[in-house]
T-cell receptor, first 114, second 110 residues
Framework: ETGVTQTPRHLVMGMTNKKSLKCEQHLGHNAMYWYKQSAKKPLELMFVYSLEERVENNSVPSRFSPECPNSSHLFLHLHTLQPEDSALYLC?????????????FGQGTRLTVV | EDQVTQSPEALRLQEGESSSLNCSYTVSGLRGLFWYRQDPGKGPEFLFTLYSAGEEKEKERLKATLTKKESFLHITAPKPEDSATYLCAVQPSGTYKYIFGTGTRLKVLA
């Protein structure tokens, strides 16, 4: 398997459920990201994990909780979500402070909150 | 504030009709400017990285250029399979963040 892999591809959850999104990168990168993509809006950075630091967007609600156990794996734990949280959630990775700067994305998880 | 603006929002072209997409940016120091292609329901696919004004990159029918304030993605003789949303992003110096525009939805008609 190469690149960035996200599971599941589709998720439907109720507002009282707890679920997790998983991301794995096979590129040897040092930084991993969660982005949210909603219709008609630019990709919104939620969290960044790198070897040096964790960065988070202060506007992300606490019902989203990231976990990065190592440089290859990233999780997004979801609990008590709202219908407006329905979106495409994208994971990405990059070399971080390396010479090659572009980020590579997974296929995304389409989340629907009912 | 770091910002990326893309235009037009949507573009319809006949097959073979060349055009350009615009990405205007303001950033406090540019580490890189990136172009991605995104098909419906999929993640963005990396196309190009540009680092400094005057730089150009080409791939098949696509050519990306960069100035100090904007970037263009030129599409020469497009085909229906070039239909997608094209995203522009910048990475400010000293950060890990990528700041995206809202994209240009391109439709190429046969």
């Amino acid at each position: 398997e190469t690149g960035v892999t996200q599971t599941p591809r589709h998720l439907v959850m109720g507002m009282t459920n707890k679920k997790s999104l998983k991301c794995e990168q096979h590129l040897g990168h040092n930084a991993m990201y969660w982005y949210k993509q909603s219709a008609k809006k630019p990709l919104e950075l939620m969290f960044v994990y790198s070897l040096e630091e964790r960065v988070e967007n202060n506007s992300v609600p606490s019902r989203f909780s990231p976990e990065c156990p190592n440089s290859s794996h990233l999780f997004l734990h979801l609990h008590t979500l709202q219908p407006e949280d329905s979106a495409l959630y994208l994971c990405a990775s990059s070399q971080g402070r390396g010479k090659i700067t572009e980020a590579f994305f997974g296929q995304g998880t389409r989340l629907t909150v009912v | 504030e770091d910002q990326v603006t893309q235009s037009p929002e949507a573009l319809r072209l006949q097959e073979g009709e060349s055009s350009s997409l615009n990405c205007s940016y303001t950033v406090s120091g540019l580490r890189g400017l990136f172009w991605y292609r995104q098909d419906p329901g999929k993640g963005p696919e990396f196309l190009f990285t540009l680092y400094s004004a005057g730089e150009e990159k080409e791939k098949e029918r696509l050519k990306a250029t960069l100035t100090k304030k904007e970037s263009f993605l030129h599409i020469t003789a497009p085909k229906p399979e070039d239909s997608a949303t094209y995203l522009c992003a910048v990475q400010p110096s000293g950060t890990y963040k990528y700041i995206f525009g809202t994209g240009t939805r391109l439709k190429v008609l046969a």
